[in-house]
């Protein structure tokens, strides 16, 4: 809210306290509250600022904070410090003009309005706060005319990396960058034209770590012509320093910084001379739209005729031929081998069954040549044979037609191995 906003609250503050020392009872109080509400819900904020110079404007949340609850603190004497969101639009539209920025880092931090006007013109500025404790919104309308006026002839553009957009449109921040300008420039007479965040200039979002900031371009301008300083920027030496790569000292006698998180970035230093650029070509003159009368119309001819047999060659039969050829590789892989595979794999298996059969004709060889040797078999070849005692299972003595569970205990020569 502005002064003249201000000013209706104070002087119900006022009137109220001498109220009640009075003794003339609340009603003058609840009368001059609501009068003052009903005066801030519709009070329009105007500014009026030249083309050129830099605008700002901060939306402070204690103003907000009053609107939404002006008894609490008149009356109750209670006091809340709410997060606020701000939403701003130009009014029946969606987004903000072209030349006016916003800004709000947290909903704990106070809002920003910047920008610098490049033509004359009325902007009517709709500002809603939202509460995030109590969920409540409120409206303010801020007016600004923009007026015509000449710019600035000589300006300049500084990069200061160790600073962020919302700690550079403070008014006091803004004195000591330009105190700092004037030294190097060497004059008083400088205005701060333009601020700019470097994320809107194609920078990269730093590292959320400390010492990691975003930096900010100031441009400031004076109708007084560089200094010095300034001047060697435009050194071939200098240049040739910043594109090397290499860190570019300070020139001799221009450090003028008193804070270090204010001293500029040299190599991103830029000069403009409003005065030796090039006038604007006019405007193109608009024609009634009728073709002048000049004859009959005569089209155009029309192109010369063209033989696509060779684009159609190129583009269809030569990508088939191909497909084909591979589609008979294809095939060949995978059923004219499948007949090499499969005998292949049939010898190794009659290979394996002849040497499975020649193992099992020299056991039985084995098994009948001990046979005729005439002495007893070792306790080994015995059925159920005890390993730890060295003796052998009796003979079953039965009766029963039934076959034995195993064959061996009857005929130890027999063959157990499967058939």
Not at 213 to 236: I, Q, R
């Amino acid at each position: 809210m502005s002064c003249c906003d201000q000013a209706p609250l104070r002087l119900a503050l006022s009137i109220t306290g001498q109220n009640k020392m009075a003794g003339c009872g609340s009603w003058v109080f609840f009368l001059t509250v609501c009068a003052v509400s009903l005066l801030g819900a519709n009070a329009e904020i105007k500014f009026t600022i030249p083309v050129g110079k830099l605008f700002t404007y901060e939306l402070l949340r204690e103003t907000f904070q009053n609107d939404f609850e002006p008894l609490s603190k008149l009356y109750a004497e209670r006091w809340y410090d709410d997060p606020m969101i701000f939403k701003c639009n130009l009014q029946n539209f969606p987004d903000l003009p072209e030349w006016l920025r916003f800004t709000q880092r947290h909903p704990l931090d106070n809002g920003f309005l910047y920008g610098t006007p490049t033509s004359p013109g009325k902007s009517v500025i709709e500002i809603y706060a939202f509460n995030n404790r109590s969920y409540d919104t409120t409206r303010q309308i801020l007016v600004i005319k923009v007026i015509a006026e000449k710019m600035l002839p000589y300006q300049a553009e500084f990069f200061i990396k160790l600073r962020e957009i919302e700690k550079v449109l403070p008014s006091p921040v803004q004195d000591e960058i330009q105190q700092d300008l004037q030294k190097l420039w060497n004059t008083e007479a400088l205005e701060i034209v333009n601020i700019s965040n470097a994320l809107d200039r194609g920078g990269r979002v730093p590292l959320p770590l400390a010492g990691h900031f975003e930096g900010v371009y100031v441009k400031v301008g004076s109708e007084k012509y560089f200094s010095n300083c300034l001047l060697k920027v435009l050194t071939s030496e200098h240049q040739k320093q910043c594109s090397s790569g290499a860190r570019v000292k300070v020139p001799g006698g221009c450090n003028f910084c008193s804070i270090p998180s204010n001293c500029i970035t040299w190599c991103k230093t830029e000069l403009f001379d409003l005065t030796k650029q090039e006038p604007a070509p006019p405007a193109p003159t608009m024609g009634s739209g009728i073709v002048e009368a000049g004859g009959d119309f005569d089209p155009p001819e029309s192109p010369p005729s063209r033989d696509f047999f060779p684009d159609y060659i190129v583009t269809v039969i030569v990508p088939l031929i191909l497909a084909i050829i591979l589609c008979i590789l294809l095939a060949y892989i995978m059923f004219g081998r499948r007949e090499g595979v499969e005998k292949r794999n049939a010898r190794t298996n009659q290979i394996q069954l002849y040497h499975h059969h020649t193992i099992h004709g020299n056991a039985d060889e084995l098994r009948s040549m001990a046979g005729t040797r005439g002495v007893p078999p070792p306790l080994s070849t015995l059925p159920m044979f005890n390993s730890r005692t060295g003796e052998g299972a009796p003979q079953l003595q039965s009766d029963s037609p039934n076959i034995p569970l195993i064959m061996a205990q009857h005929d130890p020569y027999s063959d157990t191995l499967p058939r």
